[in-house]
């Protein structure tokens, strides 16, 4: 496979995840760290990582709103809930990711 196709591959392979992301709004930041280790912030800051690699002006705002499909303060008012506290206890038990 030549690196254009694998790059190609890889987007759309990214905009399915983040689309699938976008649809299952029920899922939270929070559960998806304790399960998988990383959340919807987490890909967002990858991809700034990626802007900033390539000298590409992004801000952190525009990075969330890229994965989120919205502001991440319209996004955290209508689908965040509130934490409990065994998910808590559980992302705090698990390491040392930090948002």
């Given amino acids: 496979m030549d690196d254009k196709t ?4 890889e987007a759309a392979a990214f905009r399915r ?3 699938h992301l976008r ?3 029920d899922v939270q930041n929070l559960d ?3 399960l998988a280790g990383f959340c919807r912030n987490c890909l ?3 991809y700034k990582d990626a802007a900033d690699a390539k000298g590409v002006a992004m801000t952190k705002d525009q990075s969330r709103e890229i994965v ?3 502001p991440y303060d319209a996004w955290k008012a209508k689908y965040q809930a509130e ?3 065994e998910a808590v206890a559980r992302f705090k ?3 040392s990711h930090k948002h």
């Fill in 6 to 9: 694998r790059t190609e591959l």
């Fill in 17 to 19: 995840l983040v689309e």
């Fill in 23 to 25: 649809a299952r709004t």
């Fill in 32 to 34: 998806l760290m304790n």
């Fill in 44 to 46: 967002s800051n990858w």
């Fill in 68 to 70: 989120y499909g919205m």
């Fill in 83 to 85: 934490a409990s506290p």
């Fill in 93 to 95: 038990a698990g390491g």
